[in-house]
């Protein structure tokens, strides 16, 4: 479904991705963790276009991804939701106008079919009496929910988490991580950046360690917590557990 191809990207003061090679096959879920700055998030957005590699191929679905041509960009994202750290939201509008705003205008939807979808996705997530509230009234767990719903209301095939606890203050993480596990429950395919290790080891189909820009270790949950095979993998492990 992804394919990931010797991908480099250099900042003027960094390597944040070092020839990083990684193929993501339909309804697996993909946790991808590691130090901060490891290069993670930087792979992640590069997945749809939001970051522009300097090396290497990727391809979704088997259409090469190019951040350079807008317009196969935005009908390819379409296809991927992504959910940010910070929710992305537009606080001016309702939770159901930030819904259906897309659906609408992209997709070409009806305004009471995306409605109604949208209705029927806060219903799941439990915050359909939240649907006529304006954003800015929300907690940080309702506001990521929303922004996961938002995601949804798109029918996209694949899901990009990008540390989406990580603004979280604590009681508010299991909230937005049951939606999650939920979705991993009906094999959405999902690829997702976290510093949540027991979510990780519960969730994923295989983990990514990624460190200095390069994939160190990758291996099923069960063998990557049990039995860390790389000395990095094994310190980093060492600080976290």
Aim: proline share 4%.
């Amino acid at each position: 479904m992804i394919k990931i191809e010797h991908v480099s990207r250099h900042f003027p003061d960094v390597v944040a991705l070092d020839d990083v090679s990684l193929d993501i096959e339909k309804n697996e879920i993909v946790c991808l963790i590691g130090p901060s700055g490891s290069g993670k998030s930087t792979l992640l957005r590069s997945i749809n276009g939001l970051e522009k590699i300097d090396k290497g191929h990727i391809w979704f679905d088997e259409e090469e991804i190019d951040a350079d041509d807008e317009e196969k960009m935005c009908r390819i994202r379409t296809k991927m939701g992504f959910v940010f750290q910070h929710f992305n939201l537009f606080p001016h509008l309702t939770v159901m106008q930030n819904l259906t705003l897309g659906p609408v205008e992209v997709l070409g939807e009806k305004e009471e079919d995306a409605k109604a979808n949208a209705l029927k996705l806060l219903d799941r997530v439990g915050l359909k009496d939240k649907a006529d509230q304006f954003v800015n009234k929300l907690s940080g767990g309702q506001k990521q929910r929303v922004a996961i719903v938002r995601a949804l209301c798109m029918k996209p095939e694949v899901m990009l988490f990008d540390e989406p606890t990580s603004a979280l203050d604590p009681e508010m993480v299991k909230e937005v991580l049951d939606v999650m596990r939920d979705l991993a429950k009906e094999n959405m395919t999902m690829v997702i950046v976290t510093h949540e290790m027991n979510f990780a080891r519960e969730v994923a189909s295989r983990i990514i360690f990624m460190d200095e820009g390069k994939i160190v270790e990758e291996n099923s949950p069960e063998e990557f917590f049990r039995n860390p095979e790389e000395e990095r993998t094994k310190l980093f492990l060492s600080k976290v557990l």
